[in-house]
């Protein structure tokens, strides 16, 4: 029986009570009934919930449409922003080697645009693609989202200049609208397959519907164990009322706690760069679930040991308004032993015959301890090693702790109102049809 991810509030003492985290997971039960139940606020965005099971009649045909783009292609570039990329990227960054584009005889190389509207970064990424057999996942609801249109717009245009339009069509997948949307009307008028975005289910939960799993398919990822990892956690949480065995419970209780002791940023910690992406996932499910309203908990990231050398300081010993939640990985995927020097002059024969992970496990007990010293609360999320199984686990713990987080706040955990203030700037500033007398104001502020 595979173990499964659990959490360690036991450096939360000095803070908060054990009991007083029970209590409150406790209470939260309404919560997860709630969404069970589909009563709650955004009840209307709830379909990730059963993901687990609803997403299996499709993963025979995603695995086949990722086989086909593996076959004519030796790259794919993801077009997509916000929760229409990260969860892919923090999957597929996690699982795969770390410089799999540099690597001989190599896998399948992913790459990502539409995230920015950087020139240098889409003009640097077309010259690689010169040089590249390359195929096209543009993920997108409506079609009109200005950094991923932007992106498609030219990558669509190069790879039909490339290898002609017909070839570029049997290159590009859509995931989009199922009905409408420009995306949608597009991949209609020129023959794309396409895979649909259910209307239940928000960008930033979408990691188990193809939006997510068509590009970690193609990347070579086993999408039906990350799939079975999910499912396996649905049934540890979803429907568990006894908070002390429910994670998701535990984790949510534990920081709406912290946030009523003043700490108000939570730092989520990775001892492998190979997180670093899961990290930039988690800061937008918790960042556009819970910050509204003037209310919600500040969500950031380190990668350590790296940042304990420009952000350690900080967190030792500057203000005392945040809290850690390290994951904690316990088995490395490879092995690597330090060797003996003659002369020892870098003092480091004292580790010879030691596996650098023991070193890194040891580094995580001492910052844990080191901060726990310097008042900084920490919770531990364990989980056994880094594969698809572990880290679909850890998607669904994320997915319904945010949801239970939310609730507690007395947020809706499912809608985004406040994304929309600096797109209506730029489409004032950049005179869009219907924006010129906003623009004008803008202009005036400016001067």
Partial sequence: MKENLSINLKNLKSFVSYEEVIALAQQSVRHLDSLNSATGSGNDFLGWLSLPDD??????????????????????????????????????????HTFAPMQKNKHHDIFYAGHNICEDYLSDL?????????????????????????AFRILKDHLERKIGKAKAADRIIAITDEAKGALRSLAETNGYDTFVIPDDIGGRFSVLTPVGLLPVAVSGLDIRLLVKGAKSFELLARNNKKASDNPSLLYAAARNLLLQTGRSTEILVGFTPRLHYLAEWWKQLFGESEGK???????????????????????????????????????PRKKLTIPRETDDSDQLNYLAGKRLSEVNHNAEIG??????????????????????????????????????????????PFDQPGVEAYKNNMFALLNKPGFEEAGKELREKLK
């Avoid at 077309?126 to 932007?150: C, F, H, M, Q, W």
């Fill in 126 to 150: 077309i010259e690689i693609l010169d040089a590249r057999n390359y195929s096209i996942i543009v993920i997108s609801k409506s079609g009109t989202t200005t950094e991923p249109a932007i």
């Fill in 293 to 331: 309203d003037g209310k919600g908990i500040f969500p950031s990231s380190v990668d350590f040991t790296t940042d304990l050398h420009s952000l350690g300081q900080y967190i030792q010993e500057g203000q005392r308004i945040l809290f850690e939640t390290v994951i904690s990985v316990k088995n």
């Fill in 55 to 96: 997403i299996v009649s499709q993963l025979d045909r995603i695995e086949r449409k990722a086989k086909h783009l593996r076959s004519v292609s030796d790259t794919t570039v993801v077009i997509g922003i916000g929760g229409s990329y990260l969860g892919a990227r923090a999957v597929i960054e996690a699982l795969s």
């Fill in 367 to 412: 910052t844990i301890l080191a901060h726990s010293d310097g008042n900084v609360p920490i919770i531990t999320l364990n989980i056994p090693e880094l594969n698809e199984y572990y880290i679909g686990q850890i998607i669904y713990f994320f997915e319904l702790a945010c949801a239970i987080s939310g609730y507690i706040l007395d947020v809706n």
